[in-house]
């Protein structure tokens, strides 16, 4: 495997990337999250973009403005489209044998292919899309009822309840909001919903069970939707070595589509 760094405008900015080179036709288009670098959390972009050009696949990922080593000020997800837009472009300037890219995306880099109607990529896997409106805002209430039942499954969380190693106080608190009914999606979810309704490739929305994230999708979602996957015991990252193989597996089906 031969990985490459590069450079490539996004407008009057300049964006680094990087790489992985193969000989399938079949490439992957890495969108980082939040203000994440393009190696991801522990490395963990990096390492699925070895894996995949492993099996044949070459892998796209990249810094967008104002994020590691790309210049500019950062525009957030919401106003990324340039950026995804440019990374795609350079992805099939430095791989033309690529005819068909998969885009993947986790958290608000999810919710950003998402509101892009999937950025004039092939086909979409979108991890524990983002769906606050506000930052700060707890989970939905029934993204709490599901985490405290998943709790409730767990012998270690059980035995931490009987021994006093929860808070009693935060315990009250997370019960006294569940019982809450939900107030609707937010106005980003219903803005999701929408961009992903105008993109007619394939889709595959994985979550991640222990995932807040995850939870507050599922939360505002079609709970009908077939396009869900659930990942059982993973969190955020899906940093578990089962959910990494679950993940790997996910972006592998969706590659041989």
């Not at 696949?57 to 957030?76: A, E, K, L, N, W």
Request: proline share 5%; aromatic share 6%.
């Amino acid at each position: 495997m031969i990985r490459r760094h590069l450079t490539f405008p996004c407008g009057t900015d300049t964006l680094v990337g990087t790489i992985d080179e193969a000989a399938g036709s079949t490439g992957v288009l890495l969108v980082s999250g939040g203000s994440e670098i393009r190696s991801g959390a522990f490395a963990g972009q990096a390492q699925i973009a070895a894996q995949l050009a492993a099996r044949g696949h070459p892998v796209f990922r990249y810094d967008r403005r104002g994020i590691g080593d790309s210049t500019g000020s950062d525009p957030g997800f919401r106003d990324s489209a340039p950026d995804i837009a440019a990374a795609l472009a350079a992805f099939r300037h430095e791989a033309p044998h690529v005819a068909r890219v998969v885009a993947f995306g986790n958290c608000d880099a999810a919710s950003a292919l998402m509101l892009t109607g999937g950025a004039g990529c092939d086909a979409l896997v979108l991890a524990n899309p983002w769906t606050f409106d506000d930052e700060t805002a707890p989970p939905p209430p029934s993204a709490i009822r599901a985490r405290y039942a998943a709790k409730l499954k767990n012998p270690q969380e059980l035995v931490r309840l009987a021994t006093g190693k929860v808070s009693w106080r935060k315990l009250v608190g997370g019960l006294a909001h569940a019982a809450r009914p939900d107030s609707g999606p937010s106005g980003l979810a219903l803005q999701i919903e929408q961009g992903l309704a105008g993109f007619s490739g394939p889709v595959s929305i994985l979550i991640a069970e222990r995932d807040r994230t995850g939870q507050a999708f599922l939360a505002s979602w079609n709970a009908d939707d077939t396009r869900i996957r659930r990942c059982e015991g993973a969190n955020h990252a899906f940093g578990e070595a089962h959910a990494r193989d679950w993940l790997l597996a996910q972006l592998l089906e969706a590659l041989s589509e």
